[in-house]
T-cell receptor, first 113, second 113 residues
Framework: DADVTQTPRNRITKTGKRIMLECSQT?????MYWYRQDPGLGLRLIYY???????NKGEISDGYSVSRQAQAKFSLSLESAIPNQTALYFC????????????FGPGTRLTVL | AQSVTQLDSHVSVSEGTPVLLRCNYS??????LFWYVQHPNKGLQLLLK??????LVKGINGFEAEFKKSETSFHLTKPSAHMSDAAEYFC???????????FGPGTRLSVLP
């Protein structure tokens, strides 16, 4: 079984709809991250969380919110989706004791029409 | 502020020939540096990492990278390309034990038969 899972894997929605992307991990890591990937831009950090009570904005947090429901679960919400949020979204975890390597989920491809 | 430049958006090599993917970084402090690979429709996988130990770092699948502080570079190399190496490669820099990961825009590697 995969250590970091994301649901859904693909989603098509309409402008203005609320969307939630979910991430679960079995690695026991405290740190979790949400990124979006756009062609030619690499991955950009949306939000990150270093434990259940710690949530921090990343480079491009506008239009997004997150919830850390438990150590293993970190959800990303688009309150009112817009077309330029069409992208590939990745969740990741890391353990600083393990040397900062990030472990990525398989990604969620989101299309906003 | 940290930044990462990947000098080539696309590199094409013939199978069996050497691979060189270039990465330069900007950082005020001693960084940790990573190379990740992303195969089509997959998540990101760590190739190798530099965390202030040996400057020549060996990774998986025959890849290695050399940290050169004077040149602020961390180029990725492989002596002989294989068809399975065709993928997108990302150079990543971080400080502060994973508080902020900065991704380069990526280099797409094509391997010709």
């Amino acid at each position: 079984d995969a250590d970091v899972t994301q649901t859904p894997r693909n989603r098509i929605t309409k402008t203005g709809k609320r969307i939630m992307l979910e991430c679960s991990q079995t690695k026991g890591h405290d740190r979790m991250y949400w990124y979006r990937q756009d062609p030619g831009l690499g991955l950009r950090l949306i939000y990150y969380s270093f434990d259940v009570k710690d949530i921090n904005k990343g480079e491009i947090s506008d239009g997004y919110s997150v919830s850390r429901q438990a150590q293993a679960k970190f959800s990303l919400s688009l309150e009112s989706a817009i077309p330029n949020q069409t992208a590939l979204y990745f969740c990741a975890t890391s353990d600083p004791i393990g040397g900062d390597e990030q472990f990525f989920g398989p990604g969620t491809r989101l299309t906003v029409l | 502020a940290q930044s990462v430049t990947q000098l080539d958006s696309h590199v094409s090599v013939s199978e069996g020939t050497p691979v060189l993917l270039r990465c330069n970084y900007s950082s005020s402090y001693s960084p940790s540096l990573f190379w990740y690979v992303q195969h089509p429709n997959k998540g990101l996988q760590l190739l190798l990492k530099y965390t202030s130990a040996a400057t020549l770092v060996k990774g998986i699948n025959g890849f290695e990278a050399e940290f050169k502080k004077s040149e602020t570079s961390f180029h990725l190399t492989k002596p002989s390309a294989h068809m399975s190496d065709a993928a997108e490669y990302f150079c990543v820099v971080t400080l502060d034990y994973g508080q902020n990961f900065v991704f380069g825009p990526g280099t797409r590697l094509s391997v010709l038969p």
